[in-house]
Nanobody
Framework: QVQLEESGGGLVQAGGSLRLSCAASGLTFSSYSMGWFRQAPGKEREFVAAIRSIGGSTNYADSVKGRFTISRDRAKNTGYLQMNSLKPEDSALYYC????????????WGQGTQVTINS
């Protein structure tokens, strides 16, 4: 059974930092690309960042470029999202998801971790 478990969310002041983790089980992490998404109340879920399984190339939403960094530790089967210079508009429920190399869509999703930024 595939499981993704996010952690690391919390309440911080604007300008602060958080590091989210996504622990994967039941799959070979290196065979999947990983993404982070977020959803704020009343808004649609939006893409934040992704890292490809092959080559490790990354891409980011324009709103987080230069502030967020996605990474992963294959040995630990864990992905990360380092978030710096946080803004109130970054407040949302953050989800990690994984996608098989051959898939166009994300196959598995975590339950999310809440990030709240105070101004």
């Amino acid at each position: 059974q595939v499981q993704l478990e996010e952690s690391g969310g919390g309440l911080v002041q604007a300008g602060g930092s958080l590091r989210l983790s996504c622990a994967a089980s039941g799959l070979t992490f290196s065979s999947y690309s990983m993404g982070w998404f977020r959803q704020a109340p009343g808004k649609e879920r939006e893409f934040v960042a992704a890292i490809r399984s092959i080559g490790g190339s990354t891409n980011y939403a324009d709103s987080v470029k230069g502030r967020f960094t996605i990474s992963r530790d294959r040995a630990k089967n864990t992905g990360y999202l380092q978030m710096n210079s946080l803004k109130p508009e970054d407040s949302a429920l953050y989800y990690c998801a994984v996608r098989r190399v051959s898939s166009q869509e994300y196959n598995y999703w975590g339950q999310g971790t809440q990030v709240t930024i105070n101004s």
